[in-house]
């Protein structure tokens, strides 16, 4: 039998254990940055930030995956299945 969640009560998970923030909308809210990563940026470093694209439904999904192959490459490359 498996544990079948809502994708709220997931997220939720995520934020009890500090695994994730909430979710936010990058072109309105920004990049979500600590103020070191923000200034390295600034100084012309180049942090790495590891975001997740959360989808609204399965379309979606798939489009972006179409039309962004490191959508793809990186989780096939972690061993992930989409």
Not at 20 to 26: E, Q, V
Not at 42 to 59: A, F, K, V
Request: hydrophobic content about 30%; overall charge negative; charged content about 30%.
């Amino acid at each position: 039998m498996t544990n079948k969640k809502s994708f709220d009560e997931w997220l939720q998970e995520g934020l009890d254990l500090n695994f994730c923030g909430p979710a936010i909308c990058y072109p309105h809210d920004g990049l979500p940055l600590t103020i070191q990563e923000e200034q390295e940026f600034d100084d012309g470093g180049d942090p790495c930030i590891h975001i997740l694209r959360l989808y609204e439904d399965e379309e979606t999904k798939l489009a972006v995956e179409e039309n962004h192959s490191p959508s793809v490459w990186r989780a096939t490359n972690s061993n992930f299945k989409l």
